[in-house]
């Protein structure tokens, strides 16, 4: 048993380490990131290497399952929480169903001809398919700033419907035996399991959650609140038959704007996760891939099509350009189902999971080429400043300076650079890191005890598409200016690059 435990632990580090290389390689080709993790898994699993095989799989689910508990909460935090309160018009409804109904008789007639699926499974596997995965397609339309256009609005909030409304539907329809009561009891429990939800997240979570951060002196309380609070409702959602990603996201979604208020909070969580189980949870998904081979290629190539005639059929409802790829997009929600399909009911063989997933990765890949060439073309329309053309008078204070020296220039900015003697930037400070110390040991501690790190840079002969991208990449609210030896010459903040791309944007001929 301890061996295997080791064993685990090495194998764990090993995913990790080739996931988090995997995603640098595919993020810095335009294509999601979480491809590499997905690829990793394949490669050190049973499908390719097999140094990852199913012995040392129960020991590495667990983490797997936290994986997509917490990027499903993540999601409700900044996603759906910003579109939570969007009107869902009748046509964003009548193409959402579209999508499913059609997507479910492409799988019967796919199952009808080469009879490697049930009736039974093409059903689930349709309402699995039809979903667009939100996470990608925003990213995507993000990137290519088409994400506040009206075709792109409404690709998202069709994503958003088809995530939340197929999870939802994913539970009943592996109901073995199909009886009005077992569809009562089903419908009950979630019923009851939901409201206790709503009434928990509107009077008790939001309410608690103030009154720890204010109350509790203690900086990790309300990080491990969160924490806690995810965790323990999830595993009850799985006891009453609930689908834990859909409680993560609801939980999320309650607490983003608790979250939204307090940014230090929402970084450590998107650390937590998006540095660890995030990269594991997508890994998990490649080592599952227990067979791969030529035949097997082929097949998923024909799963691709019959999965694309649907969404391009109701792509072209909405457009006629190249967005009409997205539709294709997959990602975490995708994954976890045919996952739980596999292992928690044990209804899709190992063949099928294989090349379910090697499609989706080829629909992923596709679904990128919406984006990748747009984001080329406005970069070519730009014409761009340079960061020192734009930057602002830079404001920092030293690390070793004690908190009392600096407090009052804290009063005037939210957040600050901090430097070292050779006024190179090594963190940075915000008002948020001295409220939960006491101001009689502002004497006492110095900036770089408390400071956040790294300071996020850029430098001086960039311009303004690498800072647009820079923000993108690491959600900066501040960015410090260097020059050829790094050293601060200046700073540019967030809003400054929302000014200067409405400038373009007027220049342009763009609308507002």
Request: net charge neutral; with cysteine; proline share 3%.
């Amino acid at each position: 048993m301890p061996e295997m435990t080791i064993v685990a632990i090495i194998n764990l580090s090993l995913l990790l380490f080739t996931s988090k290389l995997l995603e640098d390689v595919f993020r810095k080709t335009g294509f999601p990131s979480f491809l590499g993790s997905i690829i990793a898994g394949i490669l050190l699993g049973p499908g390719v290497l097999n140094i990852i095989n199913q012995e040392h799989l129960e020991y590495l689910t667990i983490f797997f399952i936290i994986g997509i508990n917490f990027l499903l909460f993540l999601a409700g935090a900044e996603e759906v929480g910003d579109i939570i309160g969007m009107k869902i018009e009748s046509r964003v409804i009548f193409l959402t169903l579209l999508t499913f109904i059609l997507n479910i008789f492409v799988l019967y007639l796919f199952s009808l001809i080469f009879k490697i699926i049930s009736y039974e499974m093409a059903l689930a596997l349709g309402l699995i398919f039809g979903i667009i995965d939100m996470g990608p397609l925003v990213k995507g339309l993000l990137e290519a700033r088409k994400l506040g256009t009206k075709e792109g609005l409404l690709l998202t909030k069709i994503a958003l419907l088809t995530e939340v409304s197929g999870i939802i539907l994913f539970d009943f329809v592996l109901i073995k035996h199909v009886t009005i009561y077992a569809i009562l009891i089903a419908i009950g429990n979630i019923i009851i399991f939901f409201v206790i939800i709503v009434v928990f997240g509107h009077y008790i979570l939001v309410p608690f959650l103030k009154y720890i951060d204010l109350n509790f002196r203690a900086y990790e309380a309300t990080f491990a609140s969160i924490i806690s609070i995810v965790l323990l409702f999830s595993y009850l959602g799985e006891l009453v038959g609930v689908p834990s990603p859909i409680i993560s996201l609801m939980i999320g979604s309650y607490l983003s704007k608790f979250l939204r208020a307090r940014p230090e909070q929402l970084e450590r969580i998107k650390a937590f996760s998006m540095g660890f189980f995030e990269p594991l949870f997508f890994a998990g998904i490649g080592v599952y891939v227990t067979i791969l081979n030529l035949d097997l290629i082929i097949m998923a190539c024909i799963l691709v099509l019959f999965f694309s005639i649907p969404k391009i059929l109701i792509g072209l409802l909405i457009t006629r350009n190249r967005l009409i790829l997205s539709l294709l997009s997959k990602g975490g929600i995708s994954g976890a189902l045919l996952l739980i399909l596999l292992t928690k009911y044990a209804t899709l063989s190992e063949y099928v999971y294989s090349t379910l997933i090697i499609a989706m990765l080829i629909m992923t890949i596709i679904s990128s080429f919406a984006y990748i060439e747009m984001k080329g073309k406005e970069k070519a329309e730009i014409i761009c400043p340079k960061i020192s053309e734009i930057m602002d008078e830079p404001e920092f204070v030293y690390g070793y300076e004690k908190l009392a020296e600096i407090a009052s220039k804290l009063t005037k900015t939210n957040e600050i650079i901090v430097v070292n003697d050779e006024l190179k930037p090594i963190g940075l400070l915000t008002t948020m890191d001295l409220v939960y110390i006491s101001p009689r040991h502002f004497d006492t501690i110095r900036v770089e005890d408390i400071m956040r790190t790294p300071s996020i840079t850029i430098n001086k002969d960039s311009v303004l598409r690498d800072l647009i991208e820079l923000v993108f990449d690491t959600n900066a609210e501040i960015i410090a200016v260097v020059d050829e030896d790094d050293k601060l010459v200046g700073i540019v903040r967030i809003r400054k690059v929302l000014s200067e791309i409405l400038k373009h944007a007027r220049r342009m001929g763009i609308k507002e």
